[in-house]
Protein backbone atom coordinates (compact mmCIF):
# COMPACT_ATOMS: atom_id res chain seq x y z
CA UNK A 1 0.00 0.00 0.00
CA UNK A 2 1.60 3.41 -1.38
CA UNK A 3 2.08 6.06 1.31
CA UNK A 4 1.12 9.34 0.53
CA UNK A 5 2.53 10.74 -2.47
CA UNK A 6 3.35 14.31 -3.09
CA UNK A 7 5.12 15.61 -6.72
CA UNK A 8 7.06 17.92 -6.91
CA UNK A 9 9.34 17.07 -4.48
CA UNK A 10 11.36 20.60 -5.28
CA UNK A 11 9.66 23.73 -6.39
CA UNK A 12 11.49 26.48 -7.66
CA UNK A 13 9.24 30.23 -8.87
CA UNK A 14 9.74 33.81 -9.84
CA UNK A 15 7.86 36.17 -8.14
CA UNK A 16 4.48 36.97 -9.58
CA UNK A 17 4.37 32.98 -11.24
CA UNK A 18 1.61 30.15 -9.67
CA UNK A 19 2.86 26.85 -7.61
CA UNK A 20 0.32 23.88 -8.21
CA UNK A 21 1.24 21.24 -5.28
CA UNK A 22 -0.52 17.83 -5.85
CA UNK A 23 -0.91 15.12 -3.13
CA UNK A 24 -2.35 11.88 -3.58
CA UNK A 25 -3.67 10.55 -0.52
CA UNK A 26 -3.70 6.63 0.60
CA UNK A 27 -5.55 4.35 -1.05
CA UNK A 28 -9.28 4.35 0.93
CA UNK A 29 -8.62 7.82 2.39
CA UNK A 30 -11.20 10.68 1.64
CA UNK A 31 -9.74 12.97 3.49
CA UNK A 32 -6.78 15.52 2.98
CA UNK A 33 -5.09 17.90 5.10
CA UNK A 34 -2.57 20.49 4.01
CA UNK A 35 0.08 21.85 6.23
CA UNK A 36 2.66 24.62 5.74
CA UNK A 37 5.86 24.79 7.74
CA UNK A 38 7.80 27.99 7.66
CA UNK A 39 11.67 28.25 8.51
CA UNK A 40 12.29 27.19 11.97
CA UNK A 41 8.46 27.01 12.99
CA UNK A 42 6.35 23.87 13.48
CA UNK A 43 3.62 22.68 10.69
CA UNK A 44 0.80 25.17 10.64
CA UNK A 45 -2.40 23.67 9.42
CA UNK A 46 -4.09 24.79 6.33
CA UNK A 47 -6.98 23.55 5.20
CA UNK A 48 -9.03 20.46 5.61
CA UNK A 49 -10.61 18.63 2.19
CA UNK A 50 -13.02 15.44 1.96
CA UNK A 51 -13.52 14.40 -1.41
CA UNK A 52 -15.30 17.63 -3.65
CA UNK A 53 -15.70 19.90 -0.58
CA UNK A 54 -13.68 22.32 1.40
CA UNK A 55 -14.20 20.75 5.42
CA UNK A 56 -11.98 23.73 7.48
CA UNK A 57 -9.88 26.36 5.45
CA UNK A 58 -9.27 28.61 8.61
CA UNK A 59 -5.43 27.86 8.06
CA UNK A 60 -5.76 29.17 4.80
CA UNK A 61 -4.77 32.94 3.43
CA UNK A 62 -7.12 34.77 2.05
CA UNK A 63 -6.00 35.66 -0.98
CA UNK A 64 -3.82 33.62 -3.52
CA UNK A 65 -4.59 30.29 -2.55
CA UNK A 66 -6.98 27.84 -2.72
CA UNK A 67 -6.75 24.17 -2.57
CA UNK A 68 -9.15 21.31 -3.99
CA UNK A 69 -9.65 17.44 -3.90
CA UNK A 70 -11.74 16.09 -6.98
CA UNK A 71 -14.13 13.11 -7.14
CA UNK A 72 -10.84 12.14 -9.58
CA UNK A 73 -7.01 12.70 -9.51
CA UNK A 74 -5.22 14.48 -6.19
CA UNK A 75 -5.68 16.98 -4.21
CA UNK A 76 -4.09 20.27 -5.43
CA UNK A 77 -3.06 23.11 -3.66
CA UNK A 78 -3.04 26.76 -5.40
CA UNK A 79 -1.13 29.28 -5.04
CA UNK A 80 -0.83 32.57 -7.66
CA UNK A 81 1.41 35.12 -7.92
CA UNK A 82 4.08 33.55 -5.39
CA UNK A 83 5.90 35.94 -3.11
CA UNK A 84 9.05 34.87 -1.08
CA UNK A 85 7.26 34.75 1.93
CA UNK A 86 5.45 31.86 0.08
CA UNK A 87 9.05 29.78 0.26
CA UNK A 88 8.31 26.98 2.74
CA UNK A 89 7.84 23.26 2.68
CA UNK A 90 3.85 22.29 2.40
CA UNK A 91 3.08 19.09 3.84
CA UNK A 92 0.21 16.90 2.67
CA UNK A 93 -1.88 14.18 4.73
CA UNK A 94 -4.82 12.03 5.11
CA UNK A 95 -6.84 10.26 6.80
CA UNK A 96 -9.64 7.45 6.28
CA UNK A 97 -12.33 8.94 8.66
CA UNK A 98 -13.28 12.17 9.91
CA UNK A 99 -12.44 13.19 13.68
CA UNK A 100 -8.51 11.35 12.79
CA UNK A 101 -5.10 12.93 14.94
CA UNK A 102 -3.73 10.50 13.58
CA UNK A 103 -2.62 11.21 10.05
CA UNK A 104 -0.34 9.81 7.32
CA UNK A 105 2.02 12.24 5.93
CA UNK A 106 3.71 12.94 2.71
CA UNK A 107 7.68 13.88 1.83
CA UNK A 108 6.47 17.54 1.25
CA UNK A 109 6.94 19.92 -1.62
CA UNK A 110 9.99 22.58 -0.82
CA UNK A 111 8.88 25.80 -2.58
CA UNK A 112 11.25 28.03 -3.48
CA UNK A 113 9.81 31.68 -4.59
CA UNK A 114 13.62 33.62 -6.07
CA UNK B 1 -6.16 29.03 21.42
CA UNK B 2 -4.81 25.71 21.67
CA UNK B 3 -1.47 25.44 21.51
CA UNK B 4 2.11 22.90 21.87
CA UNK B 5 5.75 24.11 23.34
CA UNK B 6 8.23 21.88 23.36
CA UNK B 7 11.69 22.28 23.92
CA UNK B 8 14.74 23.63 21.26
CA UNK B 9 17.09 22.03 19.48
CA UNK B 10 18.90 20.97 18.66
CA UNK B 11 19.84 17.94 21.29
CA UNK B 12 23.00 15.93 20.96
CA UNK B 13 23.92 12.95 22.93
CA UNK B 14 26.15 10.34 22.60
CA UNK B 15 25.01 6.64 21.61
CA UNK B 16 23.02 4.54 24.42
CA UNK B 17 22.60 7.83 26.67
CA UNK B 18 19.11 8.83 28.09
CA UNK B 19 16.82 10.95 26.30
CA UNK B 20 13.77 13.33 27.31
CA UNK B 21 12.54 15.99 25.34
CA UNK B 22 9.98 18.34 26.87
CA UNK B 23 6.57 19.13 25.80
CA UNK B 24 3.49 21.32 27.32
CA UNK B 25 0.42 21.52 25.80
CA UNK B 26 -2.19 24.14 26.36
CA UNK B 27 -5.81 23.20 25.44
CA UNK B 28 -9.58 24.10 26.70
CA UNK B 29 -10.96 20.34 26.31
CA UNK B 30 -9.37 17.59 26.37
CA UNK B 31 -7.00 16.82 23.62
CA UNK B 32 -5.57 13.78 21.84
CA UNK B 33 -1.80 13.82 22.32
CA UNK B 34 1.27 12.13 19.92
CA UNK B 35 4.63 12.49 18.90
CA UNK B 36 5.72 12.60 15.34
CA UNK B 37 9.11 12.20 13.68
CA UNK B 38 10.62 13.02 10.81
CA UNK B 39 13.51 11.50 9.32
CA UNK B 40 16.11 13.32 7.66
CA UNK B 41 13.92 13.90 3.45
CA UNK B 42 11.05 12.02 5.35
CA UNK B 43 7.82 13.14 5.97
CA UNK B 44 6.02 12.69 9.49
CA UNK B 45 5.59 9.52 11.24
CA UNK B 46 3.09 8.52 14.15
CA UNK B 47 5.70 7.85 16.93
CA UNK B 48 3.05 7.40 19.49
CA UNK B 49 0.17 8.78 20.82
CA UNK B 50 -2.15 8.94 24.45
CA UNK B 51 -6.12 9.83 24.16
CA UNK B 52 -6.74 10.35 27.51
CA UNK B 53 -5.21 11.58 30.82
CA UNK B 54 -2.60 8.65 32.19
CA UNK B 55 -2.60 6.83 29.14
CA UNK B 56 1.29 6.06 28.65
CA UNK B 57 1.85 6.06 24.76
CA UNK B 58 4.97 3.49 23.34
CA UNK B 59 6.49 2.20 20.41
CA UNK B 60 10.33 1.54 19.75
CA UNK B 61 11.76 2.53 23.31
CA UNK B 62 9.58 5.61 23.02
CA UNK B 63 7.53 6.44 25.77
CA UNK B 64 5.57 9.54 26.75
CA UNK B 65 2.91 9.68 29.16
CA UNK B 66 -0.25 11.83 29.10
CA UNK B 67 -0.33 14.16 32.64
CA UNK B 68 -3.59 16.34 32.62
CA UNK B 69 -2.12 17.90 36.23
CA UNK B 70 0.41 19.37 34.08
CA UNK B 71 -0.68 19.15 31.10
CA UNK B 72 2.49 17.45 29.91
CA UNK B 73 3.61 15.04 27.34
CA UNK B 74 7.45 14.33 27.35
CA UNK B 75 9.29 12.00 24.96
CA UNK B 76 11.52 9.71 26.94
CA UNK B 77 13.82 6.98 25.66
CA UNK B 78 16.21 5.26 27.82
CA UNK B 79 19.10 4.13 25.27
CA UNK B 80 19.33 6.22 22.14
CA UNK B 81 20.86 5.39 18.71
CA UNK B 82 22.31 6.91 16.16
CA UNK B 83 19.16 5.74 13.89
CA UNK B 84 17.32 7.78 16.32
CA UNK B 85 18.39 10.86 14.94
CA UNK B 86 15.65 13.00 13.52
CA UNK B 87 13.23 15.53 14.44
CA UNK B 88 10.45 15.07 16.93
CA UNK B 89 7.16 16.73 16.58
CA UNK B 90 4.58 17.40 19.59
CA UNK B 91 1.18 17.14 18.61
CA UNK B 92 -2.25 17.75 19.86
CA UNK B 93 -5.85 17.07 18.32
CA UNK B 94 -9.15 17.54 19.29
CA UNK B 95 -10.02 20.34 22.21
CA UNK B 96 -11.45 23.34 20.78
CA UNK B 97 -10.09 23.00 17.28
CA UNK B 98 -10.57 20.00 15.17
CA UNK B 99 -7.23 20.23 13.49
CA UNK B 100 -3.17 19.09 13.89
CA UNK B 101 -1.58 21.54 16.26
CA UNK B 102 2.53 21.17 16.32
CA UNK B 103 5.00 22.00 18.50
CA UNK B 104 8.06 23.60 16.94
CA UNK B 105 10.02 20.06 16.39
CA UNK B 106 13.17 19.52 18.49
CA UNK B 107 16.24 17.73 16.14
CA UNK B 108 17.80 15.10 18.21
CA UNK B 109 21.29 14.22 16.69
CA UNK B 110 23.04 10.61 18.02
CA UNK B 111 26.50 10.43 17.87
CA UNK B 112 27.95 7.29 18.05
Known amino acids: NAGVMQNPRHLVRRRGQEARLRCSPM?????VYWYRQLPEEGLKFMVY????????ESGMPKERFSAEFPKEGPSILRIQQVVRGDSAAYFC????????????FGPGTRLTVT | GDSVTQMEGPVTLSEEAFLTINCTYTATGYPSLFWYVQYPGEGLQLLLK?????DKGSNKGFEATYRKETTSFHLEKGSVQVSDSAVYFCVSYGGATNKLIFGTGTLLAVQP
Open chain 1, 27 to 31: KGHSH
Open chain 2, 50 to 54: ATKAD
Open chain 1, 93 to 104: ASSPRQGEGEQY
Open chain 1, 49 to 56: LQKENIID
